[in-house]
């Protein structure tokens, strides 16, 4: 789905600049387009908005987007511990995030995310698995993520500055 929006919003905008080349920047153009009109965006902004600023909210809904998942979509608290730690760029364990994966599977956080299994031992899952790119998207967007990491995301595709 966000394939197929994505690399019709950043070919319309090569279009318009009358270039037959997409660049990184159409995509990020579409990308940004995108978030602020998809459907998703309610549930990222309840589970994720806060009155303290500095909060983790969204950083931590990210990195369980970028998490390790099994075959059904599950993930482990541990799982989170690296590309948390990778966006924040430093170690981060599980006692540092442990209360927001908790709050992600609450009502007041639109909860984004079903939690299985017994304490000590829980998996979790998005409820929605739409919500894991958009989360990635938006984190990419909102300078959540620096742009080296955003950009190290498009990196492995390609070296260039052009999609072919």
Request: proline share 4%; glycine share 6%.
């Amino acid at each position: 789905m966000y394939a197929h929006l994505l690399g019709q919003r950043a070919a319309v905008q090569a279009v318009q600049e009358d270039r037959l080349d997409v660049t990184i920047g159409d995509v990020e153009a579409a990308i940004q387009r995108s978030i602020k009109s998809h459907m998703l965006r309610s549930d990222y902004l309840t589970a994720t908005q806060s009155s303290r600023p500095g909060n983790l909210y969204s950083r931590v809904l990210v990195a369980c987007a970028m998490a390790d998942k099994n075959a059904l979509g599950q993930f482990r608290a541990g799982a989170v511990r690296a590309p948390m730690s990778q966006i924040m760029g430093s170690t981060y364990n599980i006692p540092a995030f442990a209360r927001h994966l908790t709050e992600f599977t609450e009502p007041s956080r639109g909860s984004v995310l079903i939690r299985e299994g017994r304490q000590r031992g829980y998996t979790y899952r998005f409820r929605d698995p739409l919500l894991q790119p958009y989360a990635l998207m938006t984190a990419m967007s909102d300078g959540t993520l620096s742009e080296e990491f955003s950009r190290s995301i498009f990196r492995p595709l390609d070296d260039r500055e052009t999609l072919d």
